[in-house]
């Protein structure tokens, strides 16, 4: 096989580098060589330079406005949160009545307590407040039920020494 240089070795290519050309930028004075581009004499929409007031007539310039903020836009102010503890506690007591924590009876009637409570003082809270007075009433009614038929079955036993 026929010896070849490797890439870079070849003699007529080592050392050669291409010549670096920046694109010319402007001076401020309208030269290259600078970073500032040339302004020019005077903007059209202002109107003649010397002249008050710019192109806005008789009005002036327009005044920043105490209802914008930095952007041009409408500053909202965001409602502050309404509080519902009382409510969420009165949903949440409601639920754990139904979920085998109404045997001890607690739950059924903090649930109504709490409901209360919430309509009173919590506008915001006004459906989970009903939503946890139902559950809690609910929860009172079959409890009660339970227990008139629980003492019923009792009463009535056979298995009741006498």
Known sequence: MTEQDRYGEDESHRGYQPQWNPAPVFKPSGRPDSHIPPMPPSAPHLGPPGQPGGGYGAYGPPQPS??????????????????????????????????????????????????????????GGKGL?????????????????????????????EFVTR
């Open 66 to 123: 105490p209802y914008l903020n930095g952007y041009g836009q409408p500053q909202y102010y965001a409602a502050p949160p309404v509080p519902r503890a009382l409510s969420i506690a009165s949903l949440c007591c409601g639920i754990a009545a139904f979920m085998g924590f109404g045997f001890f009876v607690l739950p059924q009637l903090a649930a109504v307590v709490l409901g209360h409570l919430a309509l009173q003082r919590e506008p």
């Open 129 to 157: 407040a009903i939503a946890g007075l139902v559950l809690g009433y609910v929860a009172i009614a079959i409890t009660v039920l339970v227990m008139v038929v629980l003492g019923v079955a009792f009463s009535n036993a």
